[in-house]
């Protein structure tokens, strides 16, 4: 079953992780025991999605303790290693959350910090369940009893999270209820998250899906081909503004213009509560040899310069319902994150 996929695990003596830049081809394993491997690892993408961030940002700093012992650094050198862990990729905000959680524990040593991480990662599978349960009882509330046609982006699976996946986790919850008809995913340029990985889950699950290019999405839902899209996210504003893969906000615009639900699925630590709208959200820009070739050859002509975002923010007023482990907020219809919406 799909929930043997662990694209984060700790080993005792450091992290193993599923190298995703090279799925669907192969299914390597890649065991990262210094700082420097595993920000490495973080900024080319061989870990991924918000939540697996945070483990793996989590388990870092037991890393960073351990290397620190081995080496003989001081508190500085250890302080700036555990900086650079937080900071390795901007847009997510779990990947610092992730590091901070664990933080108060270095001074009980790495064991401490790992047993922390640790408790996390088991959290994050419990609430991608909570989740996909919560995010399954919405949509079927909202689009009566035929299979249903999902639309998804980029990947947020089992391979994003600690395991089974928020998006994927409803879709997931879906199929185990035979309520899913098929699964449109976006490729997601320039990275494939979609069709490598989404894809590949989707396979491995039994769960009927078809990819389509990035540029198929709006059509798709303006057709009425889809009845609900449910995406991940990477950073959530008090205001319920979305920060997800670059494309996510094009399918909002189709989805509110069709009168269709679009719905974020994400644990409540995506939600920022200190950055008080998208505009507050940081942005990664990639490398532009991500948009200017394909399969390491050029496709712009010489000369041609690259914009590439990462991510997109989609606008509070597009997103039907954020579906965390603690229930369904309706945050077009007025309910947005704050504390009282969260114990
Ligand atoms: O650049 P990536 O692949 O890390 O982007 C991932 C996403 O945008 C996911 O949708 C998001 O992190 C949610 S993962 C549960």
Redesign the pocket.
């Known amino acids: 079953m799909e929930g043997d996929v662990r694209a984060v695990a700790w080993t005792g003596e450091g992290l193993r992780l599923i190298d995703q830049t090279v799925l669907p081809e192969r299914l390597e394993l890649l065991d990262v025991r210094t700082v420097g491997a595993l920000v490495d690892a973080i900024r080319r993408?061989a870990v991924?999605?918000?939540?697996?961030?945070g483990v793996a940002g989590a388990f870092g700093v037991a890393i960073a303790l351990r290397q620190a012992e081995r080496e003989g650094w001081d508190g500085a050198r250890l302080d700036a290693a555990i900086a650079e862990i937080r900071e390795a990729?901007p847009t997510?905000v779990n990947l610092a959350a992730g590091v901070d959680r664990v933080r108060p524990f270095a001074a009980d040593g790495a064991d401490a910090v790992a047993a922390e991480a640790q408790a996390l990662l088991d959290e994050d599978v419990r609430g991608n369940r909570a989740i996909g349960a919560y995010g399954a009882d919405w949509i079927l509330a909202r689009t009566g009893d035929r299979p249903l046609r999902v639309l998804t982006?980029?990947?947020?699976?089992a391979l994003?999270?600690a395991g089974w996946?928020?998006?994927l986790g409803v879709v997931r919850e879906l199929h185990a209820r035979g309520r899913i008809r098929t699964v449109h995913v976006d490729e997601t340029r320039p990275?494939l998250?979609g069709a490598r990985l989404t894809a590949w889950e989707l396979e491995r699950a039994g769960v009927p899906y078809l990819v389509q290019a990035d540029a198929a999405a709006a059509g798709a839902v303006l057709r009425g081909l889809v009845d609900v899209a449910v995406?991940?996210?990477?950073r959530i504003a008090a205001n319920g503004d979305t920060a997800?893969?670059v494309g996510?906000a094009g399918v909002a615009l189709a989805c509110a213009d069709a009168g269709i639900p679009f719905v974020v699925a994400?644990p409540w630590s995506?939600v920022d509560l200190t950055a008080r709208d998208g505009a507050a959200i940081p942005i990664?820009e990639r490398a532009e040899d991500e948009v200017l070739t394909w399969d390491g050859a050029r496709t712009a002509p010489e000369g041609a310069r690259g914009f590439n975002p990462?991510?997109d923010v989609t606008p509070a007023r597009l997103v039907s319902a954020l579906v965390t482990e603690t229930g369904v907020l309706e945050v077009s219809a007025g309910t947005t994150p704050n504390r009282s919406t969260h114990p």
């Open positions: 993408l991924r999605g918000a939540p697996a961030l990729r997510a982006h980029c990947n947020a699976g994003a999270t996946g928020t998006a990275l998250q995406i991940g996210a990477d997800n893969k996510s994400a995506t990664e990462a991510f």
